[in-house]
């Protein structure tokens, strides 16, 4: 017998003990830590042309385009800055889970607030042309941690972790953020149960969840959960029970 932490808090909890080899047991499953890793690869801040570089005196990278032009976290991380900045009009930094810090500023609008957690590719703010700006840019810096002054080379930061400026926002494959565990573990179409099967997982999969959204109950392995994941690679939605996370609804990751 061995004790799930599947606790899925928001959802019913039907039973915490299941007798082993009934429930396919995945590395981590065993009173580890919630299987949640950190994107490995980068994600584009934003689409648009770079007008100027990193030199001396500037220590960032500035992409232009329409004002309004969506703004995306370069990686998973924390929000430790969101606010208005002299210079910047408003800024946003984010400190990410290998410690390096990115910023992005003249933003005209933000959608993230301090201590909320994103992921790479999230949509963070839009662009504008705020504080000591000619038109509507991004100025992006990358800087080694928060106790840096300068920012480095962001153009090297990004081209480290796969993102080539100028770049194209939602290309490429993002990091995965979450383990599937299970098996026979159907994705489907739209998130309820008579919505077609697109595929079957097998096995535990490294999936990245774009989204949530509320969708059907489905009642599996002791749990109740009307909670769905939105997977792109795999062309639809599976139930967050699958998720190997114990929360019903995913932290950090949006609304679809
Ligand atoms: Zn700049």
Redesign the pocket.
Known sequence: MRTLKRTKSMGLLVATVVAAGLVPLTAGTAGAAPVAAAAATGSCPTAGTVT?GYHSG?????IANNRGTPIYSTGAGTVIVSGTASGYGQWIRIRHDDGTVTEY??MYERLVSVNQRVNSGQLIARMGSEGQ?TGP?L??EAHASTASTRGMDPVSYLSARGVNLPCTPGSGTPGTNFTTWGTSVRVRQEPRLNAAVVRTLTGPTAVYVQCQTRGDSVTAEGHTNDAWSYIPALGGYITNIYIDHPAAWLPGVNQC
């Open positions: 100027q500037h220590d960032g990278v500035d500023g003249h700006s840019h100025h992006f």
